[in-house]
């Protein structure tokens, strides 16, 4: 992850990923529809995620940008609330 992430939204996205494709998957938060990698991570500590599956299919990715499981969902969202979106993202070390 990175320390200049923000929180796109606290809950996941279902996106149908093609096997064996590679996409570029937005880990700063700030790129249009929060899924894909359209560059405004510019000048930030954040580079996308380059991501290959192996069967087409819908996938959860994760709009909180921090889980464990990054770029798919593990439930992490579940911890930001409403006002959280657009926020810098809490990672576990940081929780108290």
């Given at each position: 992850?990175?320390?200049?992430?923000?929180?796109?939204?606290?809950?996941?996205?279902?996106?149908?990923?093609?096997?064996?494709?590679?996409?570029?998957?937005?880990?700063?938060?700030?790129?249009?529809?929060?899924?894909?990698?359209?560059?405004?991570?510019?000048?930030?500590?954040?580079?996308?995620?380059?991501?290959?599956?192996?069967k087409t299919k819908?996938?959860?990715?994760?709009?909180?940008?921090?889980?464990?499981?990054?770029?798919?969902?593990?439930?992490?969202?579940?911890?930001?609330?409403?006002?959280?979106?657009?926020?810098?993202?809490?990672?576990?070390e940081e929780v108290?």
């Amino acid at each position: 992850m990175c320390k200049d992430a923000i929180v796109f939204d606290n809950k996941p996205n279902g996106v149908t990923l093609e096997a064996w494709i590679p996409y570029y998957i937005c880990t700063c938060g700030r790129s249009e529809g929060g899924v894909f990698c359209d560059g405004k991570h510019e000048g930030s500590s954040c580079m996308p995620k380059k991501v290959t599956v192996e069967k087409t299919k819908q996938y959860h990715i994760c709009m909180c940008k921090s889980s464990k499981n990054f770029p798919f969902c593990d439930g992490t969202h579940s911890t930001y609330r409403d006002e959280d979106i657009g926020g810098k993202v809490r990672y576990e070390e940081e929780v108290e």
